[in-house]
Structure formats: structure tokens, C-alpha cells
């Protein structure tokens, strides 16, 4: 009954590797994003998709690549992974107008990069 | 200007007291504020939206807004050991929320 889920919730993989991480929300919201949370706890926004479609797309690298299968999921994957690529990726949902209602989070996947 | 400012913390209180956290916005069009508590290696959980000016009073949590000043905080009544958390403010925008970086609070028996 988790309302959003991520996968993996801990990934552990050398520089150069290429990874992805699996979001999945059953609340019905039409709206899914994610973000990346550095050490200090920063949330920043990297991409949000509204009913399949990209609708944000903030300067990342194009290593990162969002895929949304349906709008109950959205994955991440990142090519070439990166030292500075290390941080907690949160995935989150909401309804159209997150402006109104705000988001629910994803437990969140701490990604090292080693 | 950063969108959303918070104090980094932490803030430290006594149990029982209140909590005052505070927040700043440089957008003067938003319409729309949250507050967010994330517990350490936790994800983020909404506990406050406020959309008007004035006061929003949900059991020991009081959000207040005023939109000239551009200022959002949250009271924290009764404060709990359980209460120290990072808690992160934000702010609605066309299609996505901006949060500042948190403010940790630490609650000592």
C-alpha cells in the first residue's frame, strides 16, 4: 500500500557505471518529478512530468535521462556515473497543481558513488 | 537571492517550549507555502500549507504567512524530543515546489 515506492533504496556503484532508479506512485496524480538532495540536505528539482510528458528539465547534466513509461511511473537513468553524482535521489507525486495540494515523496535512493 | 532562505540551524530548544523557524521568499507573485519535516536518512512529509495571510493552526503546529513582508514561519507549541528533525520550507511556483536548504531543530529533554 506504499503510495510512492523507489528502487533500489541503496546503490553502491564505481565511476563510469551506468545505473537507474525505479519510481512508482498509486495515488492517481498525474504529475511526477525528481529531485536530488546533496549532503546539505539541498533539494533541488531535476525533472517533472505531467502525464507522460516532459514539462521540466533543469541544468542537468545529459547523463541524466528521465523516462516515464506511464504516468504512474517515471525512472532515472544516469550514464557515466560521477563522483559528484552522490546524493540522496527523491522521487515525488502530486496532482496538476502541485502549486495547491504539494507533493508526496518517494523514500528517497542514496546513490555512492565510489 | 536565493527563492526560499532558512536559517541552517540548528535551533535548539528546551521540551515543552516553542519552536519559531523561519523563512524568507524573494517571489512576490507566490501564492502558495509548505512545510516539510524530514527526519534524518527519512524523506520529506508534508505538515503545513498555507495559502493567506495570517495564521493556520493544526494541533501544535501554527504556519503563518505574511505575503508583504514575504515571510513564512512555523510554530512548533509543546515542543517533543520526537520534533527534532530537519524542517524544510517551501514555496509553490508554476509547476513545481522550491525549497530552502532547512533548518534543523533539536528538541533536549
Known amino acids: 500500500d506504499t503510495a510512492v515506492s523507489q528502487t533500489p533504496k541503496y546503490l553502491v556503484t564505481q565511476m563510469g557505471n551506468d545505473k537507474s532508479i525505479k519510481c512508482e506512485q498509486n495515488?492517481?496524480?498525474?504529475?511526477m518529478y525528481w529531485y536530488k538532495q546533496d549532503s546539505k540536505k539541498f533539494l533541488k528539482i531535476m525533472f517533472s512530468?505531467?502525464?507522460?510528458?516532459?514539462?521540466i528539465n533543469e541544468t542537468v547534466p545529459n547523463r541524466f535521462s528521465p523516462k516515464s513509461p506511464d504516468k504512474a511511473h517515471l525512472n532515472l537513468h544516469i550514464n557515466s556515473l560521477e563522483l559528484g553524482d552522490s546524493a540522496v535521489y527523491f522521487c515525488?507525486?502530486?496532482?496538476?497543481?502541485?502549486?495547491?495540494?504539494?507533493?508526496?515523496f518517494g523514500s528517497g535512493t542514496r546513490l555512492t558513488v565510489v | 537571492q536565493k527563492e526560499v532562505e532558512q536559517n541552517s540551524g540548528p535551533l535548539s530548544v528546551p521540551e515543552g517550549a516553542i519552536a519559531s523557524l523561519n523563512c524568507t521568499y524573494s517571489d512576490r507573485g507566490s501564492q502558495s507555502f509548505f512545510w516539510y519535516r524530514q527526519y534524518s536518512g527519512k524523506s520529506p512529509e508534508l505538515i503545513m500549507s498555507?495559502?493567506?495571510?495570517g495564521d493556520k493552526e493544526d494541533g501544535r503546529f501554527t504556519a503563518q504567512l505574511n505575503k508583504a513582508s514575504q515571510y513564512v514561519s512555523l510554530l512548533i507549541r509543546d515542543s517533543q524530543p520526537s520534533d527534532s528533525a530537519t524542517y524544510l520550507c517551501?514555496?509553490?511556483?508554476?509547476?513545481?515546489?522550491?525549497f530552502g536548504k532547512g533548518t534543523m531543530l533539536l528538541v533536549s529533554p
Open positions: 498555507i495559502y493567506s495571510n
Open positions: 515525488a507525486s502530486s496532482h496538476t497543481g502541485a502549486v495547491i495540494y504539494g507533493y508526496t
Open positions: 495515488l492517481g496524480h498525474d504529475t
Open positions: 517551501a514555496k509553490g511556483g508554476y509547476s513545481t515546489l522550491t
Open positions: 512530468y505531467n502525464n507522460k510528458e516532459l514539462i
